[in-house]
C-alpha cells in the first residue's frame, strides 16, 4: 500500500497567512486525496501498458482510500476483496508482478490443499490445451466446475459429480499430478501440479509509478486545494 502525507510542502505552508493556516488541515486532506487520486489514474494507465489486455476488474483494481482534517494520509493499494463474479483478489494476484519473485498458493489453490489433493509447497499450472478467455486466464466458472468435480468445494453441497467434466490424474505410485478435462475432443490435461512456485519478474512498477506522481502532482494539487479551501471559507462567512 502507498501513503500519501503531505511532504515537502515546509515552505509552502511556512509562507501561509492567519486566513490560510486556519484553513490548513482542510487543505492537507484535499491535497493528499487528490493527489492518491492522481495516482490511482496513473496506475490505470500503466496496468494497461504493462499487462497484455487485462480485464475490466483488473483495470479498474486500484482503489484509494480518502484523507480527512483529522488524519490526513491517503492511500492507494490494489482491490483486496474477492468479488463474486467481478475477478477476484487483484492485490494477490498483482503483487507478485509488483514485488517479483515466486507467487504464493491461489485460493483454489489452497481449497485443494485442505482436502489433500494438492500437498503443501505445490502449486498448479495450466496446461497448453486449457481454454483460456481472450486476457489468458483460466475463467472462474471452469475454476469452480473443477473444484466441485474432484470435491474440493469448501460447500460440501456444491461439490458434484453430475456431468464430470474434471478428475484427478493419478499416477502409478498413486501420487496425484494434476487435473484432466474431458471435453468433445477427448481426454486432455487441464491443470498440472508443480513443486516449485511459480516465477514472476518484477514488471508493474507500482510503488515507482506513484512516488513520480506525488512528486510531479504535490505542490501542484497543495495551492488548488489551498484556494479552495480558503473560497469555501469565504463563502460560508459571507452566507452567515
Not at 499450472?125 to 466441485?148: C, E, H, T, W, Y
Request: no cysteine; charged share 25%.
Amino acid at each position: 500500500m502507498f501513503d500519501f502525507e503531505t511532504q515537502g510542502l515546509d515552505q509552502a505552508i511556512k509562507d501561509l497567512d492567519a486566513l490560510e493556516r486556519e484553513q490548513l488541515p482542510f487543505a492537507l486532506a484535499l491535497t493528499a486525496t487528490w493527489t492518491a487520486q492522481d495516482v490511482q489514474v496513473a496506475e490505470k494507465k500503466l496496468i494497461s501498458n504493462v499487462f497484455d489486455n487485462p480485464n475490466r476488474y483488473t483495470k479498474n483494481s486500484v482503489y484509494i482510500k480518502s484523507a480527512t482534517k483529522n488524519n490526513p494520509v491517503a492511500a492507494v493499494w490494489l482491490k483486496d476483496e474477492w468479488a463474486t463474479a467481478k475477478g477476484g483478489n487483484a492485490a494477490e494476484y498483482l503483487s507478485p508482478h509488483i514485488f517479483g519473485g515466486p507467487r504464493k498458493n491461489k485460493r483454489f489453490e489452497k481449497a485443494m490443499q485442505r482436502r489433500g489433493l494438492l500437498k503443501l509447497g505445490q502449486f498448479t499450472v495450466p496446461a497448453k490445451p486449457a481454454k483460456r478467455d481472450r486476457f489468458g486466464n483460466i475463467s472462474r466458472g471452469q475454476i469452480g466446475k473443477m473444484l466441485s468435480n474432484i470435491g474440493a468445494q469448501h460447500d460440501q453441497q456444491q461439490n458434484s459429480k453430475r456431468g464430470i467434466s474434471y478428475f484427478l490424474f493419478e499416477n502409478n505410485d498413486g501420487s496425484l499430478s494434476g487435473v484432466w478435462q474431458r471435453t468433445a475432443n477427448g481426454i486432455m490435461p487441464f491443470l498440472l501440479f508443480v513443486d516449485q512456485a511459480p516465477k514472476y519478474q518484477k514488471r508493474f512498477r507500482f510503488f515507482e509509478m506513484a512516488n513520480r506522481t506525488m512528486n510531479k502532482r504535490m505542490q501542484i494539487n497543495f495551492h488548488r486545494a489551498m484556494n479552495h479551501a480558503i473560497g469555501s471559507s469565504l463563502g460560508s462567512k459571507r452566507a452567515a
